[in-house]
Nanobody, 116 residues
Framework: EVQLVESGGGLVQPGGSLRLSCAAS????????MSWFRQAPGKGLEWVSAINSGGGTTRYADSVKGRFTISRDNTKKAVYLQMNSLKPEDTAVYYC?????????WGQGTRVTVSS
């Protein structure tokens, strides 16, 4: 069974940093691209960042480029999202995502609140 479990969310002041983690199981992690999405209060789902299976290629939404960094550790079966210079508009529930054998898989989400 594919499982994705996010952690690391919380309350942070504007300009602060957080590191989100996503622990994966139930599939060959090193074979799969991984992504982060987010959903702000009252808004739709927004793609944030993606990383290829080997970790050598990353992509970012324009809204987070230069502030967020995605990475992965295939030995630990984990993907991370380092978020710096956080803004109130980054407030959202953040989801880890992958696509395995024809199916979409999402974690339960971790809430990030950026507020003073």
């Amino acid at each position: 069974e594919v499982q994705l479990v996010e952690s690391g969310g919380g309350l942070v002041q504007p300009g602060g940093s957080l590191r989100l983690s996503c622990a994966a199981s139930g599939f060959t992690f090193s074979d799969q691209h991984m992504s982060w999405f987010r959903q702000a209060p009252g808004k739709g789902l927004e793609w944030v960042s993606a990383i290829n299976s080997g970790g050598g290629t990353t992509r970012y939404a324009d809204s987070v480029k230069g502030r967020f960094t995605i990475s992965r550790d295939n030995t630990k079966k984990a993907v991370y999202l380092q978020m710096n210079s956080l803004k109130p508009e980054d407030t959202a529930v953040y989801y880890c995502y992958t696509y395995v054998r024809g199916f979409d898989y999402w974690g339960q989400g971790t809430r990030v609140t950026v507020s003073s």
